[in-house]
């Protein structure tokens, strides 16, 4: 099964600028077997993930969730627990991974470096399952950060493409040697089997082209004494891309 289990979809998630049958129909065109809709916060209703599989069948819908954490507002993906208490309340880092492997539930770390070299939640002690080293939110050269932390906390490595854009679905993805059914059946096999990481190499040489364009702008717009919120009134993008050039890292994945 190719799974991209790191997805944003604008009926949920209001910094997403596609659809889930955007979403869905992008991957299926770039050859996946399945996505898993992870919005900030929120769930997928169970009912509408059933309407969803069975329009789109054999191609598979999951449902998983992005919970931003207290105090430091860092990210972790969840599959394997569909409640309602996930969206309902908020959650520290400890609450959260308890509450998750309780559950036999599977839990990851996001972006990790995105804006910093430090990590703000304590990962020594609740050791996440997985950490993303490949999204359109991970810049390449924290490539040999993440996987100093993986190795040191024994986590395993995963990518996805953390898509906002279905024109991002797909860019990397898990390949897994079986085809689980169920959010808890896929929650089992991620954190018992080998986890493969691909990519779409011809779509990513054309999203990094995009990025040292975008680059090149900022640098000439901090040169020039602007800041993100100036990046944002010129070019409508997120201020997130001029932070993190600020900071000495890139984009490109």
């Given at each position: 099964m ?6 944003h979809c604008?009926?949920?998630s209001?910094c997403s600028?596609?659809?889930e049958?955007e ?13 898993v ?6 769930l ?5 993930l ?17 919970v931003?954490?207290?105090p430091h ?10 409640d ?8 520290s880092y400890?609450?959260?991974y ?9 839990i990851?770390?996001?972006h990790p470096y ?6 703000n939640?304590?990962?020594a002690?609740?050791?996440?399952d997985?950490i ?6 991970i810049?390449?050269c924290?490539g ?9 906390l024994?986590?395993k490595?995963i990518?996805?493409?953390d898509?906002?854009?279905y024109?991002h ?11 689980p059914?169920?959010?808890?059946e896929?929650?089992n ?29 900022i640098?000439?717009?901090?040169a020039?004494?602007k800041?993100?919120?100036d ?6 993008e997120w ?5 993190r ?5 890139s984009?490109?994945i």
């Amino acid at each position: 099964m190719k799974i991209d289990m790191h997805v944003h979809c604008s009926e949920r998630s209001n910094c997403s600028i596609s659809t889930e049958q955007e979403h869905i129909e992008s991957a299926i065109e770039h050859g996946l077997d399945a996505i898993v809709i992870t919005d900030h916060n929120k769930l997928v209703p169970e009912e509408h993930l059933k309407e969803l599989n069975k329009k789109y069948y054999p191609f598979r819908i999951f449902g998983g969730i992005e919970v931003t954490t207290e105090p430091h507002g860092d990210d972790v993906l969840v599959i394997g627990v569909i409640d309602s208490i996930l969206e309902e309340q908020k959650w520290s880092y400890e609450k959260l991974y308890k509450y998750v492997k309780a559950r036999g539930g599977f839990i990851a770390l996001c972006h990790p470096y995105r804006y910093e070299n430090t990590v703000n939640i304590d990962i020594a002690t609740f050791v996440p399952d997985a950490i993303e080293i490949h999204s359109t939110n991970i810049g390449r050269c924290d490539g040999n950060l993440i996987k100093t932390l993986a190795a040191r906390l024994g986590s395993k490595l995963i990518g996805n493409s953390d898509a906002h854009s279905y024109l991002h679905t797909g860019l990397f993805y898990n390949v897994l040697s079986s085809s689980p059914k169920s959010e808890q059946e896929l929650a089992n096999t991620l954190l018992n089997e080998e986890i493969i990481i691909g990519e779409d190499e011809q779509r990513i040489n054309s999203f990094n082209e995009k990025v040292r364009k975008r680059e090149k702008l900022i640098k000439q717009l901090i040169a020039e004494g602007k800041n993100a919120e100036d990046f944002n009134r010129i070019t409508g993008e997120w201020v997130g891309c001029f932070n993190r050039v600020v900071l000495g890292k890139s984009y490109e994945i």
